[in-house]
């Protein structure tokens, strides 16, 4: 961070300093007031600062401290257990969807030649349809809102008779999503490594098949492990979903805490810092793997790889999101 | 399949509500987001650490938290978000303007989560530009702020432009979490009320939601495929 800003303008010199350090203190003062008047202020007014409120979360001799704890573990522990086996399937179906694509990918171009005709043509339409049915549901799936996928899961397995724990509905419906968006990063990791690659495989003779399990998954994986973790990051944020069908992680526990004592702002301001502090750690993980994998390949000097594509990072970043 | 008729008006309703939320949410995050940007970046220390702050905050917090901490935190705080009923833009999109102030909370809470990944965003393409650009910038004398407006940031839109319309496309899917906080008539909203509390087949309501997000999502997104691959090729 310090090196990019200083990109941006020299090295200050006295003058610049005191200017500096001037408005640093005359701007801390003011976020200093502002936030006093604009957060402790009407807080305190609305006795949001009490004791009464805090004192269950906070303070160890609170009567219900012990037993508060106590739920909002059990809720974090289904919230890391959803999101275990979510980030687990959605690696193996993701893994899975991006070979298969890189497949017929190539199968459709293939000329099939040594068969008849109409066999080698058919085949040829035979490969394009399942690239283009999984291309389709592939951008169908990573165009659905995951709360939308979550709440289908929980709402439609019922309805054709499959009747499943609330886990594994949220689990379903974060894979669906998740597995997708992993695919595409890992599909793009591996048709952004340099064609060499695989043609030097073919050249010593692997089979396809071998080629993309020792030669190109592996690669794919190293380059794309910083977007994989930040992957993470967001199937974590997401299994806070799992509140719209009474999953029973963090938030929901949260409901249920704030239902007896009666004090939301309290009770979410906890569960925001235990989230913030767990992703955080990992996010931090992930720029720590990306600098050193960086460095890595610095150093075996190997050519320069294509960058992922941005919309795909970022995507892996916000998701958004989102899927968040 | 006769839902997707006899429902059409709920369907195109519940998508109009969706879009106004998008349309209302990009405009606010677009605007806050550039401003957490350049706070981040400013070469005053309190500033930028509380840029940083915002980012990490609202960037390692999942949507619901802040979703709950509008709707359950702002009106124990006894507020109900009037300072959003502008008096133009409400005749346009009424839900600013009614009673039930859930609209206005959701609104809040997606401008405020999805700020903290446009001003990454911004950010990541002003990292694009080359340093030397500003390097050269500074040793031709200009400042700070001549720097920023008349080298990097004309520079940096292009570099943007991909990120921002991803951020922008998760925008549009967590949008769909408001039905669940009181909004009412949105497209995830439709989809529950239709299949519980109106008993209609599961399968034809879940096709026409999904059908309501993809037509938002999808061109967008092929859109920016194309946009990511020409800058490629100019690059």
């Known amino acids: 961070m310090s090196q990019q800003t200083s990109v941006l303008y020299d090295v200050p010199g006295p003058r610049q300093r005191r200017i500096t350090l001037i408005s640093s203190v005359v701007a801390g003062l003011v976020l200093l007031v502002g936030a006093y008047f ?10 949001q600062l009490s004791m009464e409120l805090w004192g269950p979360l906070v303070d160890p001799s609170n009567e219900n401290f012990s037993l508060v704890w106590e739920r909002i573990g059990l809720g974090f522990k289904n919230t890391l257990i959803a999101a275990a086996m979510a980030i687990v399937a959605s690696l193996v179906v993701g893994t899975l969807l991006a070979v298969l694509r890189i497949q017929l990918k190539s199968l459709s171009q293939r000329t099939f030649t040594g068969l008849a005709t109409p066999l080698a043509y058919l085949l040829r339409g035979l490969s394009w349809l399942l690239s283009a049915v999984t291309r389709v549901c592939v951008e169908v799936f990573r165009g659905l809102p995951v709360v939308l996928t979550i709440f289908f899961v929980a709402r ?169 | 399949m006769n839902v997707l008729i006899d429902k059409f008006d709920v369907f195109a309703g519940g998508f109009w509500l969706t879009l106004q939320i998008c349309i209302l ?30 980012v990490n905050v609202f960037r390692n917090m999942p949507l619901t938290v802040v979703m709950f901490f509008a709707a359950f935190g702002l009106p124990a705080l006894g507020s109900n978000a009037d300072f959003l009923r502008i008096p133009v833009l409400d005749s346009l999109f009424t839900r600013l303007g009614t009673d039930l102030p859930y609209f206005r909370f959701a609104l809040i809470a997606l401008v405020l989560y999805t700020a903290a990944f446009v001003c990454e965003a911004l950010r990541s393409g002003v990292n694009a530009v080359p340093a030397g650009q500003a390097e050269a910038a500074r040793s031709l004398g200009l400042t700070f702020g001549q720097n920023l407006r008349y080298v990097v940031l004309p520079q940096s839109w292009k570099a943007s432009i991909v990120p921002l319309g991803s951020v922008i496309i998760a925008m549009i899917k967590n949008s769909a979490l408001v039905g669940f906080f009181g909004v009412v008539g949105d497209l995830s909203q439709s989809a529950d009320q239709l299949t519980s509390a109106e008993g209609y087949a599961f399968v034809p309501v879940a096709l026409g939601i999904s059908i309501g997000y993809l037509i938002m999502t999808v061109p967008l997104g092929t859109l920016l495929d194309r946009i990511e691959k020409r800058q490629a090729v100019a690059r």
């Open chain 2, 25 to 54: 949410a990009a405009i606010g995050a677009l605007v806050l987001g550039a401003i957490v940007a350049v706070l981040r970046i400013s070469p005053v220390p309190p500033l930028r650490a509380l840029g940083t702050g915002y």
């Open chain 1, 38 to 47: 604009l957060i402790y202020r009407p807080l305190d007014e609305k006795g």
């Open chain 1, 156 to 324: 439609g397995f019922p309805e054709f008779g499959v009747y499943l724990d609330n886990l594994w509905y949220l689990v379903i419906g974060l894979t669906v999503y998740n597995s997708v968006v992993i695919g595409e990063i890992l599909r793009s990791g591996m048709e952004g490594l340099p064609g060499g690659q695989a043609e030097a495989a073919s050249a010593i003779g692997l089979s396809p098949a071998q080629t993309t399990r020792m030669i190109l998954l592996p690669q794919a994986f190293r380059i794309m492990l910083p977007a994989l973790i930040s992957q993470l990051v967001v199937v974590l944020k997401d299994t806070s979903l799992g509140f719209i069908i009474s999953y029973e992680e963090t938030l929901n526990i949260g409901k249920q805490i704030i239902g007896a004592l009666e004090n939301p702002i309290q009770v979410y301001v906890v569960i925001a810092v235990l989230f913030i502090v767990v992703n955080y750690s990992l996010s931090k993980l992930a720029q720590y793997v990306q600098r050193r994998l960086a460095r890595g390949r610095k150093t075996a000097n190997t050519p320069a790889q294509n960058p992922p594509p941005a919309a795909l990072m970022s995507q892996a970043e916000g998701g958004a999101g989102t899927g968040f």
